[in-house]
């Protein structure tokens, strides 16, 4: 077996094992992984506009803009008039749209911590090392999907928030 058929093999068997205490997760809220998607990238900061947010996820503008107006028919996202460009409207995670997103975060968090009580200390150490390298991985990515957010970067912690408005900052709301 070659390196990416048992990278592919752990990966899988991790994702089987835990998806049943992830399923909870969207059970209450019947969030599809599409949604998901739009509601994470939305939650970098940026407020952009359907066909910025479009180019983002790989979606159509069309496609794009029927999900955005379904996420805020459900109270999850906002959209509003750009103040430095009428014509533009953008649109941000909603305080309800961050309360999902906190506790899905907070549940998977969880799920996955229950693997941390099964290492030893120098296994932690070990998954530690290895989970930053998957972070500082994950940051190369993302800057290469979209170039322009390292012009916005702010927090570049795993996790950070990124763009113009910190959280809890309410202004515009």
């Known amino acids: 077996m070659n390196r990416r058929d048992h990278i592919q093999q752990l990966f899988t068997a991790m994702q089987r094992d835990l998806m049943p205490s992830l399923l909870h997760v969207h059970e209450d809220d019947d969030l599809r992984l599409i949604d998901n ?27 794009t803009s029927r999900i955005v107006d379904g996420l805020v028919r459900r109270g999850l996202v906002e959209r509003y008039e750009d103040e430095r460009d009428r014509r533009a409207r953008r649109i941000r995670v909603s ?67 990124q763009g113009g408005r910190a959280r809890g900052d309410d202004q515009g709301r």
Request: proline content about 3%; glycine content about 6%; hydrophobic content about 40%.
């Open 37 to 63: 998607v739009i509601l994470q990238a939305l939650d970098r900061g940026d407020e952009p506009t359907v066909k910025e947010l479009a180019a983002l996820i790989g979606r159509s503008e069309s496609r």
């Open 95 to 161: 305080e309800q749209g961050a309360a999902l997103l906190h506790r899905i975060r907070r549940l998977r968090i969880d799920a996955q911590m229950r693997l941390w009580e099964h290492f030893t200390e120098q296994e932690q150490q070990i998954v530690l090392q290895s989970l930053e390298l998957f972070a500082k991985a994950a940051r190369k990515v993302r800057d290469e999907a979209d170039p322009t957010v390292s012009d916005r970067r702010i927090d570049d912690r795993p996790g950070g928030r």
